[in-house]
T-cell receptor, first 113, second 113 residues
Framework: DAGVIQSPRHEVTEMGQEVTLRCKPI?????LFWYRQTMMRGLELLIYFNNNVPIDDSGMPEDRFSAKMPNASFSTLKIQPSEPRDSAVYFC???????????FGQGTRLTVV | GESVGLHLPTLSVQEGDNSIINCAYSNSASDYFIWYKQESGKGPQFIIDIRSNMDKRQGQRVTVLLNKTVKHLSLQIAATQPGDSAVYFC????????????FGTGTQLKVEL
């Protein structure tokens, strides 16, 4: 397996634009996590899904953020409209329920100017 | 105004020495405690976990100790190598909380030759 695949690796966008980050989890994993990493706040859990169902989205900072998991092999994190303070590295991770080892993607570095 | 970045604790050790990285946790309901390693430009990578009803677990060159009385977790790395230089995160997995996986602040380990 190629591991967790995130796209794009880098995204530079202007304030006010819509940004969509994509994640393909490892095949067979049934739990998916979205994290945001910044110098200010470290590694924050934004939302996670079990069996494609959102379980806890209490980490999503504002209504501008939304996440979906339409099927077991794909998830998106959308920011609309984007703001400079959204600049961060966004990680997606997947694992199997009942196991502790989560596998992270390479991350998407988002810069909002 | 100027933003203040998260000040990561830093541990500097000589190559070949043993390293001890500490972590304090707050949630007694966690089922597992986990250590992750994050190298520059990469996503976090699983190192070792320990179940909440254990106090010690050993892996290859690593040992994790759990002290539930004072809510303290440590990671010991034997014979530290340059490749061990990274940021180390402790994490908590709550199966009862829907499989939530949350991360601590992190510690920067620098191995000096």
């Amino acid at each position: 397996d190629a591991g967790v695949i995130q796209s794009p690796r880098h995204e530079v966008t202007e304030m006010g634009q819509e940004v969509t980050l994509r994640c393909k989890p490892i095949s067979g994993h049934n739990s998916l996590f979205w994290y945001r990493q910044t110098m200010m706040r470290g590694l924050e859990l934004l939302i996670y899904f079990n069996n494609n169902v959102p379980i806890d989205d209490s980490g999503m900072p504002e209504d501008r953020f939304s996440a979906k998991m339409p099927n077991a092999s794909f998830s998106t994190l959308k920011i609309q409209p984007s703001e400079p303070r959204d600049s961060a590295v966004y990680f997606c991770a997947s694992k199997t329920l009942g196991y502790t080892e989560a596998f992270f993607g390479q991350g998407t570095r988002l810069t909002v100017v | 105004g100027e933003s203040v970045g998260l000040h990561l604790p830093t541990l500097s050790v000589q190559e070949g020495d043993n390293s001890i990285i500490n972590c304090a946790y707050s949630n007694s309901a966690s089922d597992y405690f986990i250590w992750y390693k994050q190298e520059s430009g990469k996503g976090p990578q699983f190192i070792i976990d320990i179940r909440s009803n254990m106090d010690k677990r050993q892996g290859q060159r690593v040992t994790v100790l759990l002290n539930k009385t004072v809510k303290h977790l440590s990671l010991q790395i034997a014979a530290t190598q340059p490749g061990d230089s990274a940021v180390y995160f402790c994490a908590e997995n709550r199966a009862g909380g829907g499989n939530k996986l949350t991360f601590g602040t992190g510690t920067q380990l620098k191995v000096e030759l």
